[in-house]
Each structure stands twice: as C-alpha cells, then as structure tokens.
C-alpha cells in the first residue's frame, strides 16, 4: 500500500538515479497521452458513417470533432492546477475513467446532439492528460534523463496523431462508427492498471493552499472563448461574422482581466509569471508553431488522399505511418541531439526538416507516385518528433517542480490553441484559394447545389454524383415537371468529366499553396529558437529560469531547492 507524501518548496528533489521504476512510469505515461492525442484523430474516418446513420448536417460533423477540442483546451490549465493541488496519480486516474465511461456512451449516440455532447465530455476526461503526466514524469525522472523521458512521451503523441485513422479505419472494416470511440476503453484500462501498479503520487508544492477560484473560471472560459472563436473563424473562413469575433474579443478581454486578478492572488491558478520568462514565453511560442503546422497540415492532406487520390480510410490511415514512425526515431535520438547541441539547434533543426516535408507535399500531383507522399510524411515526421520533443523539453525545464502540473498544462494550452488555430487557418487558406482557383467552373450546376459545390473538392465531387443520380432516376419520367428538372441537369451530367478535371487541377494549387505557406509558418519556430533559446538545453536546469547550457560529457548540474515528491509503490 502506497503512502501519499507532499513536496513543499524546502523539499529535496529526485535523487540523481531517479525512480526505480522510472521508465516503467514513463511508459505509463506515454500511453495516457497517446490516448488523448488518437482521439483526436480516430473519428476522422468514421464521419461518412456517422453522417448516414445519425443523418448528420456538415456543420454537426465538424462540431462532432471540434467540441472535444474546445473542452480540453479550455480545461487544460485547470486540470493541470488540480493535480498539483489533489494529487497527480489521483486526478489523472479519475479523468481516465471518466474519459472511459463516455467515451463508451458516446459510442451508442443516437444522434448528432448527443455525439457532440458526449465528445465535448470525453475533453474534459483528457484535459487532465498533458499536464499530470509530464508532472509525473518531472518528478520520477532526475534531470540528466528528463530530455530522453519527454522524447519518448513525444513520441506517444506523434504516433496518436498517425495512429488513430489507422485504428480507426480497421474497426470500421468489421464493425459500427461506434467501435471509434469504444475502443478507447480497453487503453484507459491498460493505462490505468500501469499507474496503479508503478505510478507513486505526488502534489504541488502548494497542495494544501487555498483553490483561486476566480483564476480557474477565468482561464477556462478565455480559453474557451477563444478556441470557439478560431473553430468558427475555421469553419466559416471569416472574421466578419459575429460569432466569430465576438467570442474572440471576449477571449482578449478575459484574459486582461486574468492578468490582473492572478496579480493580486495569494496562490494564483496561473503563474503568469512564467510567461514574463523569455525562455519559457519562446519555448511554449515554439510548440505553438510546431503543432499548428502539424496538425494543420494533418488536416488538409486526409483531403488529398481520399478525396482526389480516392484511398479508403483505412489505407488513408497506414499511408500516415511514416510520419508515426519518423517521429519515434527522432524523439527517441532527441535527448543526445539536445545534450550535444542544446535546445535551440534540435528545434531548428526539426523546424527545417518539418517544413521540407510539407514542402514535399505542395509538390505533389494527382497521380504521383505514392511513395513520394510516404517519403514526404516520413521527412516531415523525422522533423515535428525531434522539434516537438526538444521544445516541451526546453520549456518545462524553466517551470518549478513544485508547479510541473500547472507550468506543463500552460505550455500544452498554447500547443493546443496552435493546433486549433492551424486547422481552422489553414483549412480556410485551402478552401479560398480553391474557391479562387475554381471560378466558374460549378456554373453548369442547378442553381440549388451551385454555391456549396464551390466550397471544396468533395463538396464539388458530392454535387456532381447527386446530380448525376438523379439525372438517372429522371430518365424514365414522362411528366413535364421531371422532363423540365432533367432538362436543367444534364448539362451538368455532360460536362461532369470537364468539372472534375478542373476540380482536381484547382485543388492541386490550393494545396501547394497551403503547404508552402505551412512550410514557411513552420520555419518560424526555428527562428524563435534560434533568437530566444540559444544556449541552453532542456537537459539540465540549475532552477527556473538559469538552464545549463550544453552537455558535452559529464553529468548536468543538478536541481538545488527543487520541490518534487514521490512514494514508493509497492505494485
């Protein structure tokens, strides 16, 4: 039976060999933000599915993915304050269950209301997921390993992201879109039994301080309000219409008046304060770019593959494993590359070869040779593991241990608003220069279907497949009214073949276009490394705020004054 102990600001830190079961722990959790990261992408391949048997509207489809964003980010800060303040293990294992529980409701959803419901509640289960584990991992692993042990949690979230169309197209072989969020239970499980056996608990050290109440309301409802914003500005590519700026200028609002309540408050939900560090500011900036291009681009290329190259989910989802396997070979390498030639070089380095891989894709055509992709997802994923590990290595580094819960949670908050801010973005970018390059090619169409079948490549191929069924349903109708609707179709059905054509063509240029773009953005993370992380590594910390500069041989410096705690457990 386990004893739980609590770190305080004078309590020593972890022993230089670390945890006995430090990597067993690391493991553990690895698995829980796998978790978290697949369920991002899982449901991606069963929306077709979920649109027939739900009769789910377009708009309902995104908001059944987006929902369980908006709730983990805006939660994230939160979640973060309570497991520095209850306990880490202890939230982290009821978040788990409760993400298990509805993500099993969610599965037998009777229609697109309760789905979005049920995955708005399944991000909050998540929300407790980046920031306790990388709590956990702060506090078991000592220093001179801590790079090498976010590299292969790193690795866990490059996987999810490959991974989860991958799961998620087999189950839909064999089984309902259900089967999508169902098998998240038997991973919680697993997750679960690993924490209860080897993950000792341990708290802030400020657990036994009073809850800033006003801090966590404010937190989650500025971020809240602004990944709503994004999400709509996303879905509707303007920032004109009231719900999108509305909730924006909220965002902006909320955020000034946490700044000035977190001020004044004894024990703050969130330390600002870390955000006034210029090391921490441009790592968190980093990861914000990185995911954003990541994500963003993960986004836009599901398109290409099963739109225009016409692949099933399934082989959509084992066409992203060089990216998965790409990026377990460059976290893993991380922690020597970090220690070699610090921080700011490794992310450089993985901003370039990111940026090469997606500009490998804005090369591709419609029928390219396949490998080509897999080459360029596999460049890309070599690049977002190493820079992505070597970032949050970096920025937790500069975070207090006694505050690894809440400092991580804040520097998962602008990873996740930057992979919000890269879907919505540059989904927009590709659906307007689509729209640009299109012109008036839909004007064949009826009018009734003309102005969606504009909006994007599948929009157009849609519109173009429902017309010509019911050219076909019409052509045996004698009445007039049929003969004059059959009448109006068939100019669409003869120039069907002319309007893919240019589709395609249109769509080829709005996605190098985007990918360019998203190399560029991609880049820019290098620079901020490279202008405000130069020097240090996220391998050792003298304390927050004084990183060690590069390990060439030898032990980094150890943590003095640090607060961590563990137990022992007993399995």
């Known amino acids: 039976m386990t004893t739980e102990t609590e770190s305080s600001g004078t309590a020593p830190g972890p022993s230089e060999a670390g945890h006995p079961r430090r990597w067993l722990i690391v493991g553990a959790m690895s698995l829980c933000m796998f978790i978290a990261v697949m369920d991002n992408t899982v449901l991606t391949v069963a929306l077709a599915s979920i649109q027939k048997d739900l009769d789910a509207s377009n708009a309902s489809l995104q908001w059944s993915m987006d929902a369980y964003t908006l709730t983990f980010a805006a939660l994230l800060l939160t979640a973060g304050l309570l497991g520095d303040r209850y306990g880490r293990r202890k939230v982290l294992v009821a978040g788990l269950v409760f993400f298990a529980l509805v993500s099993a409701a969610g599965a037998w959803s009777g229609s697109a209301g309760q789905l979005i419901g049920w995955r708005a509640a399944m991000g909050v289960g998540a929300a407790v997921v980046p920031g306790c584990t990388m709590a956990v991992i702060t506090t078991a692993v000592p220093r001179h390993e801590r790079a090498k042990a976010i590299g292969l949690w790193s690795a866990a979230a490059g996987v999810g992201i490959a991974a989860g169309p991958i799961i998620g197209g087999a189950l839909l072989e064999h089984f309902w879109w259900g089967s999508a969020l169902l098998v998240n239970v038997p991973f919680v499980l697993v997750a679960i039994g690993l924490i209860v056996f080897c993950v000792p608990e341990n708290r802030g050290g400020n657990s036994t301080a009073r809850i800033d109440l006003p801090g966590v309301l404010l937190s989650t409802a500025a971020t809240g309000a602004l990944v709503f914003g994004i999400i709509e500005g996303g879905e509707r590519s303007t920032l004109a219409d009231a719900v999108v700026w509305v909730p924006l200028v909220a965002s902006v609002l909320l955020y000034a008046v946490l700044a000035k309540v977190e001020r004044r408050a004894a024990n703050p939900a969130v330390d600002l304060g870390l955000l006034r560090r210029p090391r921490f500011a441009a790592g968190s900036g980093a990861l914000a770019i990185i995911f954003f291009t990541a994500m963003g681009a993960s986004f836009v290329v599901v398109f290409y593959l099963q739109i225009l190259r016409g692949y099933s989910p399934l082989d959509s989802g084992l066409l992203m494993l060089p990216l998965a396997v790409g990026s377990m070979i460059s976290a893993g390498v991380s922690d020597g590359l970090v220690k070699r030639f610090g921080a700011a070089s490794a992310i450089a ?76 973005v540059l989904g927009a970018v590709l659906g307007a220069v689509y729209r640009h390059k299109l012109g008036d090619t839909t004007d064949p169409l009826p009018a009734s279907v003309r102005d969606q079948a504009g909006d994007s490549l599948g929009s157009t191929a849609g519109a173009l497949r429902e017309v010509t069924e019911r050219a076909g349903e019409l052509q045996g109708a004698r009445d007039a009214a049929s003969q004059a609707e059959l009448k109006e179709l068939l100019p669409a059905v003869r120039s069907a073949r002319t309007i893919l054509d240019r589709a395609a063509d249109a769509f080829l240029d709005a996605l190098q276009t985007t990918m360019w773009l998203t190399a560029g953005i991609g880049l820019l993370s290098a620079v901020v490394a490279l202008v405000w992380l130069r020097g240090g590594t996220a391998a050792a910390a003298d304390g927050p705020g004084d990183p060690a500069g590069p390990v060439r041989g030898g032990k980094p410096r150890a943590s003095a004054g640090s607060a961590a705690s563990e137990e022992s457990p007993t399995g």
């Open 349 to 424: 380095v993985g901003a370039v070869l990111m940026s090469a891989g997606l500009g490998l894709i804005g090369l591709l055509g419609a029928s390219t040779p396949i490998w080509r992709f897999g080459a360029a997802q596999f460049v890309g994923g070599l690049g977002f593991g190493l820079a992505f590990s070597a970032a949050m290595a970096a920025t937790v580094a500069m975070v207090p241990e006694e505050k690894a819960g809440a400092g991580s949670a804040l520097a998962n908050t602008a990873r996740h608003v930057g992979s919000a801010l890269g879907i919505a």
